[in-house]
């Protein structure tokens, strides 16, 4: 069964940055798209970023120019930098994947990390 392990969330004030970090493993890594969702409270899951295998991105348009979604085949793992964070930002990150080519979500979730911006 594919795995993919979220970490890096936390508690943060507006302006403020972080990096979450997303690993898989039992999974051919490389082949396969990975993105980044998120969740806040009362609302649905949206796509924040993602990244194909052949390293060409995709943001949503509330996160561009402040969000970086990164890969580093060799670890199995996908980053996420997320910098001038927002208190819009808050919410649960999940990566997924289970896709090899488009933006759609694929069957596989990680347990998801907690971010929350607040001063």
């Known amino acids: 069964q594919v795995q993919l392990v979220e970490s890096g969330g936390g508690l943060v004030q507006p302006g403020g940055s972080l990096r979450l970090s997303c690993r898989a493993s039992r999974i051919l890594f490389r082949n396969y798209v990975i993105g980044w969702y998120r969740q806040a409270p009362g609302k649905q899951r949206e796509l924040v970023a993602a990244v194909s295998s052949g390293g060409t991105t995709n943001y949503s348009d509330s996160v561009k120019g402040r969000f970086t979604i990164s890969r580093d085949n060799g670890m199995n793992t996908v980053y996420l930098q997320m910098n001038s964070l927002e208190s819009e930002d808050t919410a649960v990150y999940y990566c997924?994947?289970?896709?090899?080519?488009?933006?759609?979500?694929?069957?596989?979730w990680g347990q998801g990390t907690q971010v929350t911006v607040s001063s």
């Open positions: 997924n994947t289970g896709m090899t080519i488009g933006w759609a979500p694929g069957n596989y």
